[in-house]
């Protein structure tokens, strides 16, 4: 009690210190966190609820849905709104381990979130930089150059891809482990059609504008019919200077397929002196690591058998990605029992920015036999 206390007698009043709160065995709070709604060993399945929701059979689905929802929502900066559409984290987190297989072009370049509502990416490029020179004489005019500007464009592209199973299959097959074979496939594909399209993609009917695409990148010729990998090394290192005198900074990888780099490592052991070295983050070339990219085209020039070997300045290829949508359609099928299930990004990408940056080996010397090397 805090105050002051009047006696029952006509006492003066007489003012009490607080009293000391009484000690109390409350017990500690603690910081905790739930598991996810949609886990690697959970018992939910996001495909399945997903599905249920769409057929609006099942208020429980509906309900773990709007969790994860709101999950979502507080992890996801880039794609906010997306809600139920959002795959969960550990289905992302298997997407990137597959993707570093299936998009290795993509995963070495410069990468940005790409925001919502964005259907063109626009960057400034100088076009005439601004000079310094040694001035005269005291008092003498110093060099007066203006910068001058202009931009690059990028539309933003749509990758999707879709898979149909049963609807029985997607009913008691239940758990993570469905999740993980439906998203896998669709996140193989995705990944694969995304790096394609940073080689070869035209820039029109949907394409971004792939690296062979841009004007102004520099271009080696080997034309040789009985090739050597001590007559090719010179020409990929050729290359690589190209990128360095012309960017005026130097390349940083070499894109090949991989059956250029198992031919190359075979012709190093024949030869007694490696071309391919083996370091602890992969393949190295003239000191520059290697990028085995099997998306890299097998079937250019006359015959068509031949590869291609292109030394990049990777920082100054730019590609914008959205976060992942993922969809479940019950009714486009349902006179089979089937269920489609549907992967989507947006994707922007910049490869143009500085052509420099760019130095692609061709020729008759690049072509290998597919019944030794593959396709």
């Known amino acids: 009690m805090v105050g002051a206390i ?30 996810p709604t949609y886990a690697r060993h959970g018992q939910h399945s996001y495909f399945r609820d997903l599905a249920r929701f769409k057929r609006g059979a099942d208020p429980d689905a509906t309900a773990r849905l709007d969790r994860h929802a709101r999950e979502t929502r507080s992890l996801d900066s880039t794609d906010a709104s997306a809600g139920y559409f959002t795959p969960p984290a550990w289905l992302v987190d298997q997407y990137v381990g597959l993707a570093r297989a ?17 259907d063109s ?30 931009y690059i464009t990028a539309p933003v592209r749509t990758i999707a891809g879709l898979s149909d199973a049963s609807t029985q299959l ?57 090739p050597t990998g001590a007559e090719l090394a010179p020409f990929v290192a050729q290359a690589a200077a190209l990128v360095a005198g012309k960017r005026k900074l130097g390349a940083t990888h070499y894109l090949m397929h991989p059956r250029r780099a198992s031919w190359l490592w075979s012709e190093g052991i024949a030869a007694g002196v490696p071309i391919l070295k083996d370091g602890p983050d992969g393949r190295t070339l003239n000191g520059l690591p290697v990028v085995e990219d099997p998306n890299i085209t097998a079937v250019a020039g006359a015959g068509a058998n031949e ?7 990777a920082s100054d290829l730019y590609l914008w990605e959205s976060s992942l949508r993922t969809e479940v359609f019950t009714e486009i099928l349902s006179g089979t029992l089937q269920v489609r299930y549907r992967l989507l990004s947006y994707v922007g990408f910049i490869g143009d920015r500085q052509p420099a940056a760019i130095a692609t080996v061709s020729g008759t010397g690049l072509a290998l036999s597919a019944a030794t090397w593959g396709p």
């Open 102 to 118: 299936a998009r290795p072009f993509a995963d070495i370049v410069t990468r940005f979130d790409l925001p919502r509502g964005v």
């Open 170 to 226: 997607a009913d008691q097959i239940g758990g993570p482990a469905w999740d993980a074979v439906v998203f896998a496939e669709l996140a193989a594909d995705h990944a694969q059609k995304l790096d394609v399209q940073l080689y070869a993609g035209t820039g029109t009917s949907g394409q971004v504008k792939g690296i062979d695409a841009v004007s102004g990148t520099t271009t080696v010729t080997y034309a040789d019919p009985t």
């Open 121 to 150: 990416v626009y960057l400034p490029k100088v076009t005439g930089g601004g000079t310094v020179a040694i001035q005269p004489t005291d008092g003498s005019p110093v060099s007066n150059v203006d910068l001058t500007d202009t």
């Open 6 to 35: 009047r006696s029952t007698k006509s006492a003066p009043i007489e003012r009490l210190s607080p009293m000391p709160a009484p000690t109390l065995d409350r017990p500690r709070a603690r910081v905790t966190s739930e598991p």
């Open 307 to 313: 590869d291609r070997v292109t030394a990049v300045r």
